[in-house]
């Protein structure tokens, strides 16, 4: 009455599917678990910090550089307006001058009939 043990395949409770095209399956919950939950707290929010710390550099640079081209619209603005201010005082210079002689013009009896 010697039992000779039996060898236990490598499936679940030692048996085996007749079926080889089966692929043996593996314990449910680590697959069907999503990535995140496989790995524990610590790296998750080690992830999560650098994540955010990615982020906020970004969003840093991303603000220096919309403060930078706000910079230079506000020079240009300036510059822009200042042409603008110049040429006015230019022109109202010039019409200035042309009433002054036409002033002078007159009070000397010269007018625009005679001497044009």
Known sequence: MSEELVPLASSSHGRVSGKSWKAQKSATFRTQCSAGHRSNFEERMK???????????????KTEKNAEKQRRREITLERKNAAEER??????????????T?????????TKKIHG
């Open 102 to 110: 036409a002033r002078l013009r007159r009070k000397a009896g010269r």
């Open 87 to 100: 040429r006015r005082l230019e022109e109202d210079k010039a019409k200035m001058g042309a009433r002054k």
């Open 47 to 61: 992830k999560t910090t650098k994540a955010n710390a990615a982020k906020k550099l970004e969003i840093e640079l």
